[in-house]
């Protein structure tokens, strides 16, 4: 039971940490959107606006990845405080959480990649 209790006090901390990190993502998000609209308000011309309309989608697609992101976190944690502590802890728990750690190592990934692609555009266009 002491490792039970161990393993699922590591498991809080992972999807605090993930909790924590995704809200991060999503604000920088919104000061990704404000940086847009800065380079739409200078009128620079379609060379400018078509990737701005594209970033403006992609920010709107992350943003529900984050909110989706979150809210498995959430069911996790339920799932977590509602423990049966005679479980095995290599049962359900544990593969719910390979699932949820192999998609967050995705979603950074990709979050990465975009916030490279558009830190690359507002140094040309700001």
Sequence with gaps: MQTKVLYLSDLKFNLETWKRELRFHFNEMDTFQEKLEEIAEREFGQKALKPLEVYQNRIMIEKDAISKLLHRIRNK?????????????????????????????????????????????????L
């Design 77 to 125: 944690m339920i799932n977590i405080n509602r423990v049966n502590y005679e479980e095995n802890i290599d049962g359900r728990l544990h593969n719910e959480q390979h699932t949820l750690r192999e998609d967050m190592k995705d979603y950074i990934k990709l979050h990465y990649e975009l916030k490279e692609e558009m830190m690359d555009y507002f140094l040309e266009w």
